[in-house]
């Protein structure tokens, strides 16, 4: 596939400017203690005295995580090259940068660079002589199919609730601990399973991450292209969705008093039509079951390079979580009033 770019090497920084360009006065480059701006490293123009959120993970799958920074979502992100990490020495650089007197609380995926970069920055903070920074960290495992254990399943659009649950309590002045809290408890009721339809395709080269023929989906594939768990023939929408909410139900295990919020994201390939068709047959398979709904969204939140298909994830909300979740927030693809 051909794909737009200026120099392979350069991808990371051009996409940023671009980005900057875009929306100047509202989203500023990190400097380090030099003035020179931190590779990847943004926050807003304007801080508030508060517990500060602060992302990332590699670049390719924007709006994730460059677009999370935002009015009720995070106040910095520092993004890793394409599919990479962000470096340690950025987000150390990031963290001595943004305003920090309340503490900061780094939220992540699980996935091995991000936790290991982000705890060792947490701890090189909170120890440095100079800054004692306070920091915590948490990290989101909503992919049900990566793992039969929770703690080493993969973390994927679910990170989007993780990040609007954090904004929401940090702006409502929790202090570190209770906007950790708040977060951990929405990320261990989150679950995501994906269905690719066709693969992404990397920037630098144009060559797909994956083998998927025409005409067959895979469930459960990672957005770096790794195996799923089942392949199949396209079947119609509504079989697709059955087996994808499911997986999804068994797992969560909804409790008495609890309602779902539900976030489709589109993975970047597919159309608005048929997107919206995987809305209407979600809601009409939650609603024959009666099966509790809060809210159902639509928003293209994590997408790695155009691959086709969709993510559901679900979110089991009770009476603590629904003010986080109602909570203004505002980023380009996503706006709640």
Known sequence: MNKIIENPDTILEDMVEGYLVLNQGRIRPI??????????ALTKVHGRNKVSIVIGGGAGNEPWCLEYVGKGMADAVVSGNVYMAPPAFSLLEAGKGIYHEKGILFVGTNHMGDLLNFELVGELLATDPKER????????NDDVVSDEKPERRRGIAGIFYAVKMAGAASEKGLDLAEC??????????TRTMTVTTSAGVMPSNGIPMADLPDGYVEYGMGFNGEPGIRREKLPAASAMTEYMLE????????????????????????????LLIVVQQVSKWLRHRQI???????ADIFCPQETGGFSVTVLALDEELKPYFLHPAEIDRY???
């Open 292 to 298: 509790p709904v809060f809210r159902i969204e639509q």
């Open 31 to 40: 400097c380090d203690e030099a003035g020179q701006p931190i590779k990847g």
């Open 133 to 140: 920074i306070k920091t915590e960290c948490v990290f989101v």
């Open 180 to 189: 950790k809290r708040i977060t951990q408890k929405a990320i261990d009721r």
């Open 335 to 337: 706006h709640r009033e």
């Open 247 to 274: 997986t999804l139900m068994e797992d969560l295990k909804l409790k008495k008093g609890e309602e779902l919020a539900v976030l489709i994201s589109g993975l970047g390939g597919s159309s608005r039509l048929e």
